[in-house]
T-cell receptor, first 117, second 110 residues
Framework: DAGVIQSPRHEVTEMGQEVTLRCKLISGHNSLFWYRQTMMRGLELLIYFNNNVPIDDSGMPEDRFSAKMPNASFSTLKIQPSEPRDSAVYFC???????????????FGPGTRLTVL | GEDVEQSLFLSVREGDSSVINCTYTDSSSTYLYWYKQEPGAGLQLLTYIFSNMDMKQDQRLTVLLNKKDKHLSLRIADTQTGDSAIYFCAESTDGNKLVFGAGTILRVKS
């Protein structure tokens, strides 16, 4: 398996523009997690899905952020409108939810580095 | 809310042992994890321990848990330059939502 795939790897945009980040889960995994990593705040969980259903979105910063799973293998994270303070590395991770530690074994993608000017 | 704290930086010589420490606040933490992040990459699970365990050993890695003090440590024996990375401690009560520490940068000098 190719692992978790994220696109784009780098995104530079101007304030006010819409940004869409994409993630393809590992085949057979049923849990999907979106994280944001910054120097100031570390790694923050934004939202996670189980079987395509959002379970906990308490980490989503505000209404400008939205995430969807249109099917079992794909997810998008959208920011509209984007702001400079959204600049960060965004990771998605997937998990099978099976095994002794459930969804604790998460497989991370390489991340998308977002810069909002 | 839950909080996980780690020291920011550790520097060791190649061949020495590294010990990375972590403290957490949630007494209902059931699962505790160590993840590794190499430059430009996502996190990778290294090892984990259940809260009812004191120690877990996996090749060069030893995890120690002091549940009373809510203290977790990761010992890497015979540290190699390839071990240079950021190490994250994380805890979870349900095995789904993980709370990560800020990460410890490990630098290995040859």
């Amino acid at each position: 398996d190719a692992g978790v795939i994220q696109s784009p790897r780098h995104e530079v945009t101007e304030m006010g523009q819409e940004v869409t980040l994409r993630c393809k889960l590992i085949s057979g995994h049923n849990s999907l997690f979106w994280y944001r990593q910054t120097m100031m705040r570390g790694l923050e969980l934004l939202i996670y899905f189980n079987n395509n259903v959002p379970i906990d979105d308490s980490g989503m910063p505000e209404d400008r952020f939205s995430a969807k799973m249109p099917n079992a293998s794909f997810s998008t994270l959208k920011i509209q409108p984007s702001e400079p303070r959204d600049s960060a590395v965004y990771f998605c991770a997937s998990s099978s939810g099976t095994g002794v530690i459930g969804s604790g074994e998460q497989f991370f993608g390489p991340g998308t580095r977002l810069t909002v000017l | 809310g839950e909080d996980v704290e780690q020291s920011l930086f550790l520097s060791v010589r190649e061949g020495d042992s590294s010990v990375i420490n972590c403290t957490y606040t949630d007494s209902s933490s059931t699962y505790l994890y160590w993840y590794k992040q190499e430059p430009g990459a996502g996190l990778q699970l290294l090892t984990y321990i259940f809260s009812n365990m004191d120690m877990k050993q996996d090749q060069r890695l030893t995890v120690l848990l002091n549940k009373k003090d809510k203290h977790l440590s990761l010992r890497i024996a015979d540290t190699q330059t390839g071990d240079s990375a950021i190490y994250f401690c994380a805890e979870s009560t349900d095995g789904n939502k993980l709370v990560f520490g800020a990460g410890t940068i490990l630098r290995v000098k040859s």
